[in-house]
């Protein structure tokens, strides 16, 4: 199961199925592909200073929007089948056709249960769980992959595979410690990137020692990650050269 972030939630949360619709960005600046996949990604800004990530891969296509707070707004596609998440600080809305669930720490323990009921029948999220584990099978962490691969991670462990947004956090923390270490200024945009990934996941780590394997306080712990992440991965790009 999938409890979303600690503490209360934002007005952003709320949007629900239009991601992106009615956000106008500019020329996007940064693409990026591989081919194997049929996948192609971008990443552009918008006018009220969030970052979009589109992705197309075969009639499946993908658009987040990420704010400075680690506040994003997902919405996954195929044909006309539309399902859009929506995280802050203190929750996630899930939406599927006319219905939308929300996931809190406060919530009873048998949402979970009603939200993978609710999204169990969706052809697009199949298939961006099967792009998904495609791309961790890559191991590819550059920014516009791991932007989707964020996502990846927590759409899985809302589908039930609960160990999905941990072992993300756990790759990068093995990829990208050796750097931080390395590098005790932090002399670039993505020198200051991974060290905060690597903390967020120290964090989460640190976390999810307080709980015993079936405390769904555990999964609290895992959307405090997916917003430190969103948050830094923002900042890198804001901040690299990538999108000016």
């Not at 939406?95 to 969706?122: F, H, M």
């Not at 998904?132 to 964020?150: C, F, N, S």
């Not at 609290?220 to 917003?227: I, S, Y």
């Amino acid at each position: 199961m999938m409890m979303a972030m600690l503490g209360g939630g934002t007005a952003a949360a709320e949007t629900e199925g239009q991601v992106g619709a009615a956000t106008p960005f500019k020329p996007v600046k940064q693409v990026s592909a591989r081919a194997e996949l049929g996948l192609t990604v971008s990443v552009s800004s918008t006018s009220d200073g969030a970052l979009l990530l589109s992705a197309t891969a075969g009639d499946l296509s993908f658009r987040k929007v990420v704010y400075a707070d680690g506040r994003y707004q997902a919405q996954i596609e195929q044909g006309r089948d539309r399902i859009a998440f929506a995280g802050s600080e203190g929750r996630m809305v899930v939406t599927y056709g006319s219905k939308s669930l929300t996931l809190s720490a406060d919530q009873d323990d048998q949402q979970p249960a009603r939200v993978r009921a609710l999204i169990v029948s969706s052809p697009a999220l199949r298939q961006f769980r099967r792009l998904a584990a495609q791309l961790e099978a890559t191991g590819d962490v550059t920014p516009e992959i791991l932007g989707l691969r964020v996502t990846g991670a927590v759409v899985s462990e809302i589908d039930g595979d609960e160990g999905a947004v941990r072992r993300l956090s756990r790759e990068l923390r093995a990829k990208f410690t050796a750097n931080v270490r390395r590098v005790r200024l932090r002399a670039s945009c993505y020198d200051a990137y991974q060290d905060l990934v690597v903390r967020a996941a120290a964090q989460m780590e640190q976390c999810m020692g307080q709980f015993s394997v079936w405390n769904p306080m555990r999964q609290v712990c895992a959307g405090v990650w997916t917003l430190q992440v969103e948050s830094a991965w923002f900042s890198f790009l804001s901040c690299s050269a990538i999108l000016r």
